[in-house]
């Protein structure tokens, strides 16, 4: 029996901070990869204080770049475990000097460059830990995607 897509995904999009919400949602993005032969990109999306005390240096790069790679391993696992392709980047989710640099428009920005067709963004209430950027910033992508857009 054949079947007829409406949607053709080859890429989503998984934007991910420092929150289990948002390896849950890399969950999500596997599930569906695997169900439309598709891949995922995972992007890192940094927080304002982290953004901050990388440009006043005011942090350890080295440090904040192990944070990041321990996110983007747990996500590559999640992905591993579907058997799919994941490719993963890291981007400033703010700007000290450019003020349209925010969360939803760096997804948004990525998933443009990547040609993404699907994303998937967390949208759980904040717990307040630090790191946790993207819940902030779902509705911005939800309201002005172009891509379907599943939020969890």
């Not at 969360?103 to 967390?122: K, Y």
């Amino acid at each position: 029996m054949t079947e007829n897509r409406l949607l053709s995904v080859d890429l989503i999009l998984a934007p991910i901070d420092a929150s289990e919400e948002s390896l849950d949602a890399v969950e999500y993005a596997s599930v569906i990869a695997a169900k439309y032969d598709a891949s995922v990109h995972v992007v890192h999306v940094l927080d304002e204080d982290i953004v901050q005390a990388i440009e006043t240096g005011t942090v350890d790069k080295s440090a904040v770049a192990t944070d990041g790679q321990t996110i983007t391993e747990s996500a590559e696992t999640i992905a591993a475990k579907y058997d799919i392709s994941a490719s993963t980047s890291v981007v400033y989710g703010f700007s000290t000097q450019i003020k349209t640099t925010h969360p939803g428009r760096v997804v948004l920005d990525t998933a443009e460059d990547l040609n993404a067709d699907f994303l998937v963004v967390p949208r759980k209430p904040l717990s307040g830990d630090p790191g946790e950027v993207l819940s902030r910033a779902a509705e911005y992508v939800l309201l002005y995607a172009s891509q379907p857009v599943l939020s969890v």
